[in-house]
């Protein structure tokens, strides 16, 4: 059963830090590519993130690039999302993805296996 479940969601004050984790069970983990994408209400699933799966190269969207970075463990099955320098329009649900192969890519469609999604709340 192939599962994704993140964590590390919650509130966070402008400015402040968040480290979103992404753990990954059902599938052989170190053959997949992780994207990280967030959903605001009434808006668009954005992508804002992407690890190959070997880890050696990543990908970020104009608007998290300089501020949000990710890494992954292949022993441990496990991506993180490390936010820094958060804003309020930060705030959203974030989910990690998956899908075969060594390559990137913030669009929704290329992905095979999502998360349920943690909620993250940047606010004063």
């Known amino acids: 059963q192939v599962q994704l479940v993140e964590s590390g969601g919650g509130l966070a004050q402008p400015g402040g830090s968040l480290r979103l984790s992404c753990t990954a069970s059902?599938?052989?983990?170190?053959?997949?590519?992780i994207g990280w994408f967030r959903q605001a209400p009434g808006k668009e699933r954005e992508g804002i993130a992407c690890i190959t799966s070997t880890g050696s190269k990543t990908y970020y969207s104009d608007s998290v690039e300089g501020r949000f970075t990710t890494s992954r463990d292949n022993v441990k099955n496990m991506v993180y999302l490390q936010m820094d320098s958060l804003k309020p329009e930060d705030s959203a649900v974030y989910y990690c993805?998956?899908?075969?192969?060594?390559?990137?890519?913030?669009?929704?469609?290329?992905?095979?296996?999502w998360g349920q999604g943690t909620q993250v709340t940047v606010s004063s």
């Open positions: 993805a998956a899908f075969w192969g060594e390559r990137l890519s913030l669009y929704t469609g290329s992905y095979e296996y």
């Open positions: 059902g599938f052989t983990f170190g053959d997949y590519a």
